[in-house]
């Protein structure tokens, strides 16, 4: 895994609120705060996971990357360009860098078109390619995702949920970008077809250098492919580090828990071993607590933790925490 | 897909089999006597007509008996010829109109479909453009307003905005008249010169050359189109925007935006399609319903379809054409449900037709 | 295509925006089409007050008419309707017609002149040369000949030829199988076909022997089986049109062979080759029915008289009153038909008013009432139809509506109308002001006797009953009708007055005059005695003709509309014919009708014929079998620019030949 320092996407102070409407007036009355705050980069080359419960916020954080929300607040910096600044046009141009698998395969391809179409498609609109090009670069993609050629004229119902992931796959890398937001792409599938996919996802990212923000809800699944892991709980980050360093060595109690219950190999070690069991479900996005966010089901919550919001900081090397109790 | 419009087409004369049992029977709960006077018309005269109805037509036989009658007709003991029988395309006399039900729906069916053809576009193009809109515009000005233009389409009665709209175009600006055509245009197309390729009226008109003719029977066809269209656009919009609104919530709209499509790429390649099957049925219905013949708005603007020939038949008793109407509309829903299951097929390639 | 979708939704909400703000137009209530239109507008066509200048009409040679419900048919000899017989009366033409505006009068047409013999039995016509029809033919004394054989042979009692069998072959006889075989196979072509073929061969013989042309001498002969007063007013109607033999052969229809002729007896108009063809020599050729939407006549420029002022005659069938009235408006129709209800619409549109002076039997001047206003409206003159109550003398014991049957207070013998002060006190609770001002809006006149006003037997000063509760106690006092000879006044063993009454009165849905009949008697009989009971009954159409048919109902309201203008039309149904069969009146009665009908009919001279009717009228008044209600009156419109029209009350609508726009 080819890491370098160079910083592909910075994202700082991000925020995605989305408005509540009530009444015959349809009046604001409150925003679901879905990321609230979120400060990260991202460098070429490495893949970034990021791992929180349903509804934290990490599908959002990485649509709101690619401008498919329109961001609250905050910035967001791709190769240096302020996407947020960009323009309609220019923004579409720069899609053709940054592109993203998503967690569904069945819901994410357009039932009506074909592979062939789904994936000749990108080309087509970025006129990247014309013509009987297309057919031939459709048709080495499907090959590089390990699918046959000649299902091109098939339409999306007739493939198995691995296979219709690898058609996404296929898809998102026929402009050729630099970075894919991955949102869950195993999740959805069996188990036995999962480690499929990530395999050919991290040959992919060897073969043309990409750049992944890997997104799953439990740190089993990003351990395998990522180079630094990110935890987030309700709409911010709680632990950044490197991953074997965040694995080893977990600093925030919400990462402990989440690797507490990551099952290990070894039963015996797995019986013995002491669990951090959470109590309580995740408070509603639209009113989160006061102070640290995840102070309501920590075990080790004290009273300044209701009070102030715990700073985002580097407490070894490369390993960011936000946790008042942690030195 | 052939196998399979074959096989519906096979099922074809066992509905019109149900249909007609369906239909026959309802008769049935008359007794003899009632059913003879159902072909007298007005006030009676005598005895002997009745009785002569009765024997005539057997209604006193056995309900088999009566029904092959129906179905093949009979040979009249003194002429020899063969009275009646639907199977020979012979739906017996429609006293309303004094001729033949087939001659009467043969003839009034061609401008029904010409009414059809002219206000499909109308009402499911601008319909679905609506609703389209709306979705796009969720919540927006465009969105409110449209719904509330089309809901004030859909809570007026059809005759009281027909006759509205008829007052004020015709009788007062005299814009849009009703009927068919104008006299003066109604010689032409009798004319030996004019002639009758395809039966519907706008059509000839253009094939013969005659663009005055085709724009003197688009006049006369506007207000039943505006009154069409203008009371299904609620349904249309509310359908089409549903449905859009449902398919721009789906991943594969995010797909597409990440794709890097333009928005009305998005919305026209993308959502767009996907959100029609159920504007398809709807649509199914709409035309379905249209050549069966609208009744009210035929009625109201003296369009002369098969809608208004069914209703002047029931309003007046006269159960020999509405029996045959009522056949013909069973084959017509047959026919028209084939073609939407076929279309089904067309817009989603998910369902399989087998 | 977005552009096309915006730009035509663009255009129809901008013509959405014109239809809000031209919200002043008035919006219509529409209703059903009435069943039939009562009171259509009549008589002397009224010095023409000049319409404003800027009132003419678009097209002054076409004329149109708006209206519901098309011919049945086109054959004379069947056509037994209004609505076929006005395109009949403009297409064909009879041999002698009626005089302008007069019922009495009439005026030799396709015959220059008859004869009449001393003993009323024979008509000789002179029939007019140089006359052709439409598609070219001469028209010659065969033609004419034919066309009544042929009617009298159709035959059938759905059609009118019974009024031309009666004088042919005598009173009662109102059918070509009365002389067959007394009637036995009326309407029933196959059972006629099983008489006998000599007895058939005869009986067109009768017939081709009582009608007979003489081409060289130009003159048809017709003998009739004794004098019959209304004959020529009787051909002076739609069934007295001469045909063209060849061509009505050429069609399809009899032969003229007394062989075959059985195999066209009673013909439906479904099969009669005449049905939706003519060929006449009248002002009008027939041009196309399309059946159920319009109906165009064209000018006959070779008309044995001066052609007409219209180049085109066109019936426009639209069945929705709120079309025909936005027609009327933008000025596309120049008659057009206003069911009762929705006068007043009209009425507010009329700028010219024509009405009838009942005494002087004639239309007054019409009077300019508001020149802007675009319609000219005709009211006051009574019409040729009326609808009584008859009382079923002898109820059908199948019968659901009588109650119990019996006079137990909660039901009504069978026989309970044949006691004439049980009749009479029904009329005396009858109130004729609530009737016709409920039903007719005041737009009726009580009828004093059964023939119109005009007639021989009219009599304006016959007594009439009203409205008079003690007069009704007392005839309910006088009747018995446990028949134990005391007067339920005195009767100690009770009867009608004491032990009451129960009885449904039947009308068929949708007919509010029938239902307010009842009405009016149910609460004004409960008024005078609130033991008695008279339910309201809605039934269906067609249970309602069978109860009518079978004489199910304790009494019927129903209708009668003249055939001709001629008393005897309306005495025979009322008191020996059709009605008098329904009510199952008593023998003896009848009987005493059946001489005074005879003596009448046959009796040439006016004033003998009043005297006979007289006596008849006295009968009936003290009998009444039938309660005689009212007669509506005109009440009809026009467009002003319409000039010339012959406001005869006979005329099965219009007679276009004299109309003219300006």
Known sequence: ?327 | MMTYIIRRLMLVPFLLFGVSILIFGMLQFLDPIERASLYIRGDFKSEGQIQAAVKKYCLDCPIYEQYTNWLIGTIDSVSGEREGGILFGNFGWSKTTSQPVADLISHRFPNTLDLTIWAVGPIILIGIWLGVQSAVHHNGIFDQAARIFSIVGTSFPTFVFGLLVLMIFYANLQWFPPGRLSDTYSQVVRSESFHHYTTLLTFDALLNGRIDVFLDALRHMFLPILTLSYLSWATFLRVTRGSMLETLRQEYVTTARAKGLSERDVINKHARPNAMLPVVTLAGFTVVGLMGGVIITETVFDYPGIGAAAAQASAQLDVITVLGFAMFNGFILIVANLIVDILYGVVDPRVRLS | MRKIFTILSLLIVASMVLAACGGAAPVEDPADPAPADPAAPADPAPADPAAPEAMGSSDPTTFTIATFGGPETLDPALAYETAGGEIIQNVYETLVFYDGIHTDKFVPMLAESWEVSDDGSVYTFNIRSGVTFHEGQDMTASDVAYSFQRGLLFGGHASPQWLLAEPFFGVGNDDITCIVDGCASADDREALSANDPATLVAACETVKSAIVADDAAGTVTMTLASSWGPFIATIAQSWGSVLDQDWAIAQGAWDGSCDTWQNYYAEPSESDPLTTVMNGTGPFVFDHYTNGEELVLTRNDNYWQAPAALERVVWKYVDEWGTRFAMAQAGDADFFSVPPENRSQVDALSGELCEFDLAANAYKECVVTDDAQPFRLYKGRPGIARTDMFFVFDINPVSNYVGSGQLDGNGIPLDFFSDVHIRKAFASCFDWDVYISDVFDGEAVQSPVIPLAGMPGYQADMPVYSYDPAVCEAEFKLADVDKDGIPAGEDPEGDVWTTGFRLQALYNQGNTTRQVVSEILAGNLAQVNDLFNVETVGLPWPTFLRTLRNAEGPYFVSGWQEDIHDAHNWYQPYVVGTYAGRQRMDADLKAQFQDLVNRGVAESDPDARAAIYAELNQLFYDQVPTALLAVATSHGYEQRWVTGRTLNPIFSGDYYYTISKK
């Open chain 1, 1 to 327: 895994m080819s890491a370098n320092n160079e910083v592909l996407l910075q994202v700082k102070d991000l925020e995605m609120h989305f408005p509540i409407y009530r009444g015959v007036f349809q009046r604001k009355v409150g925003a679901v705060r879905a990321v609230d705050g979120v400060t990260f980069d991202v460098r070429r080359g490495e893949t970034l996971g990021l791992v929180g419960e349903s509804g934290c916020g990490k599908s959002t954080t990485g649509r709101t990357i690619l401008q498919l929300y329109k961001p609250t607040n905050g910035g967001v910096s791709f190769e240096g360009n302020d996407l947020l600044k960009l323009k309609g046009e220019e923004m579409r141009l720069m899609r053709r860098k940054m592109q993203m698998i998503f967690q569904d395969p069945y819901a994410s391809l357009n039932p009506r078109m074909t592979v062939g179409q789904l994936v000749g498609e990108p080309l087509m609109v970025h006129n990247v390619a014309t013509g009987a090009e297309i057919n031939e670069r459709v048709a080495h993609l499907l090959k590089v995702v390990n699918l046959n050629p000649a299902f091109s004229t098939r339409y999306p119902h007739e493939f198995s949920g691995g296979q219709r992931q690898r058609i996404g796959v296929a898809r998102a890398l026929a402009l050729q970008p630099s970075f894919i937001i991955c949102d869950e792409p195993i999740s959805a599938l069996d188990v036995s077809i999962q480690a499929q996919v990530v395999n050919l996802l991290e040959e992919l990212q060897e073969q043309f250098n990409l750049t992944y923000l890997f997104i799953a809800h439990d740190l089993s699944m990003v351990k395998h492919i990522s180079d630094r892991v990110a935890v987030m709980y309700l709409g911010v980050f709680v632990e950044v580090a490197e991953r074997d360093e965040l694995y080893a060595k977990p600093l925030h109690p919400y990462t402990q828990a989440l690797l507490s219950a990551v099952p290990i190999p070894d039963p015996v070690a797995d019986a013995k071993r002491a669990r951090t069991i959470l109590k309580g479900d995740v408070p509603s996005p639209a009113n989160p607590p006061s102070g640290c966010r995840f102070r309501t089901r920590c075990p080790i919550a004290e009273a300044r933790c209701a009070d102030s919001r715990p700073e985002f900081r580097e407490v070894s090397p490369g390993h960011f925490v936000a946790c008042h109790l942690v030195n």
